[in-house]
């Protein structure tokens, strides 16, 4: 057979192999055609394909609403997880295709996905969230395709540079007529950029009626711009107290007149530079629906603005202030305010029920509320899309300089007066310095209802001490004499050592004083009803057992003595789970109020 005929062959077998091998494709088509269609009918069939469209619209926009349970994604943005619903099935993915709530929250994956969700989200007010920060151009651009719909957006939250802020104003330079949120935060990508961000007048065109809710940080405005008024949530942040931008008093008291709805104050180095200027027209601001007030600026800024404050008496406040060298006193300022809203008789107003006090060299930090409000923000750090109830004081006040016991001393004092402490049922204590024993007897006197209290480590001395005055001596003494803290039935201590010996009487050390008062207290038919040791020093089983006998209910001890040698033994082999004492007792044993976050997790919060 000659090469051509052989080359004819071959193509004639090839064109009738593919041939062939169409037809199998086109039947495999056919069939594949028709389990999809059976497959849709057999959907169809089912009671949740038999839901209305409009009931499973509501339920795909909830889904849509929910944020999946765990950390972010780290290797740049994906899709977003409600997205699996266009997959369920033909039914679902028309509806999901065609309701413009799923699509409105826009999405930077790419430019064709963002170009897909403002197309597919119709006419439905947009909600834009874009960080620009360290990212690419052509991200910048990705999100002008969502800017340029700025007359349908409704919230809008940017963060980026000031240069990435000032090339998009020309995009938002038109009206923005359902605006109700805006956030907008200028980041510093390098030392020798410009942090400060100065919104041009041109902002929207002046126009945004619906706008309630406005954030800016690192941002300069025009303290007359129309943006300023008719708001529930002004919140404005700088990242130096140096920063420009501050108002005058006169400004910002016109501003606030200007919001008597407002909700929520926050100001962070933006709080009127002259806080004790009275020129102006408007003397006192009334704000009846301020919950929740936070100040961070110097003192001085702080008790100016807010004492020109009418405000409600059970607002929450969050003051952090930090004084200047030769300035400490302006912290009395701070407590002078506080104490309005804290000391006058409201009706049926909530009293503080938790307190917790840190002290550092130079700080000291109150956190004052219900046993729900200073329990909640330790959750709040394990699960960040959890909302944190704000508790209804927290000061946090500073003062330069090392240790200053007597200054300390003093400041505590001041905020035992200016506080209403006599509901409070939970005390906690962390110092990084001595606690005199005086200013137990002396700031926490009032505190007659308290129930549980937790302190660590030499702490626990100068309390202990402090219960020794009040143990009398003799029995009949001891029949009638005053009982600190007669509500008392919880202690926690955490690092203290119970070999130390009482400045007054160096006999006595600081476990014997605190077994001697335990059973005063039981003599009194007060007793405590639970007692914590962890980390403790000098403790053994033997004293652990001396404490049982003279409480009601349980001593836990973690089992661990941290003045054990090397030869008497691994502080593993310390480690009890069970025992007639309760000591190192395994979390099975430990009976504990399982609404008691903070026994749960822990100090600090």
Known sequence: MSAHKVNEHIKREIKAQKHELHELDRQINERIKELSKLRSQRNGITPISKLPPEVLTQIFSICSQMEPFGPPYPYGPTTPPWIKITHVCRHWREIALNCSSLWHVIEFISPRWTAEMLKRSKNAPLVVKADLTYRAPSFGMTVKQALDHVHRIKDLDLTAPQQTLAMLSDTLARPAPFLESLRLSSQRVSAYMDTVYRIPDSLFKATAPRLRCLELVNCEIDWNSVFLTNLTHLHIEKSHASDPGRPTMAQFLKVLSSTPDLQSLRLKHAAPYDPYDFTGDIDHVDLPLLSKALVNDRPEYTAGVLSRLN??????????????SGKENTLEQVLAVVGKYRLRE?????????????????????????????????????????????????LILTWPGGPANERTRSILSLVSASLDLHEVQSLHVYSSEPMPVESWSATFAKLTKL????????????????????TPVSRPQRETATIIFPELRT????????????????EVDVFSAFRDWLEFRMLREVPVDNITLANCTHISEAKVAELQQRIAGMVLWDGVDRQLSDDEGSLDDWHYTGGTYGFGVSDDDVDFDVNDVEAIFGFPF
Do not use: W
Request: charged letters at 25%; one cysteine or more; glycine letters at 4%.
């Open 311 to 324: 405000m409600p008496h059970d607002v929450k406040l969050k003051l952090d202030c930090k004084a200047t």
């Open 346 to 394: 409201v009706e049926e107003r909530t009293h503080l029920e938790s307190l917790r006090i840190m002290i550092e060299y130079g700080s000291l930090q109150v956190i004052g509320g219900s046993m729900q409000e200073t329990c909640i923000p330790t959750l709040a750090a394990l699960y960040p899309h959890m909302t944190a109830a704000v508790p209804q004081v927290d």
């Open 451 to 470: 129930r549980s209290l937790k302190i660590n480590g030499y702490r626990c001395s100068t309390l202990i001490e402090c219960f020794a005055r009040s």
């Open 491 to 506: 202690i926690s201590m955490n690092d203290a050592d119970f070999s130390e010996r009482l400045p007054e009487n160096m």
